[in-house]
Nanobody, 115 residues
Framework: QVQLVESGGGLVQAGDSLRLSCAAS????????MGWYRQAPGKQRELVAR???????NYADSVKGRFTISRDNAKNTVYLQMNSLKPEDTAVYYC?????????WGQGTQVTVSS
């Protein structure tokens, strides 16, 4: 069984940085593409970044150049470094495999960016 626990969110000002962490249980982590997703109020959940088991990365256009996804397979953890945050980055951030699996959604971590 896979459990994903997100942490690191908070309330920041525009231009600030945050680093999110996602701790994963289960043996599949090291062979699985992982993703960070977000859901803003009134909007659908979207994939913002993903990283393959080999370290290849992809980003949504809206975060390209500002966000960096990374992983530490020894710690079963995936990270999202978010720089130059904007108010439109405000959302609940989740990690999951990519493509996502419904049973793996956790509670997420709230990121709020004030202008």
């Amino acid at each position: 069984q896979v459990q994903l626990v997100e942490s690191g969110g908070g309330l920041v000002q525009a231009g600030d940085s945050l680093r999110l962490s996602c701790a994963a249980s289960g043996s599949i982590f090291r062979i699985t593409t992982m993703g960070w997703y977000r859901q803003a109020p009134g909007k659908q959940r979207e994939l913002v970044a993903r990283i393959s088991s080999g370290g290849g990365t992809n980003y949504a256009d809206s975060v390209k150049g500002r966000f960096t996804i990374s992983r530490d397979n020894a710690k079963n953890t995936v990270y999202l470094q978010m720089n130059s945050l904007k108010p439109e980055d405000t959302a609940v951030y989740y990690c999951n495999v990519a493509p996502s699996i419904n049973a793996y959604w956790g509670q997420g971590t709230q990121v709020t960016v004030s202008s």
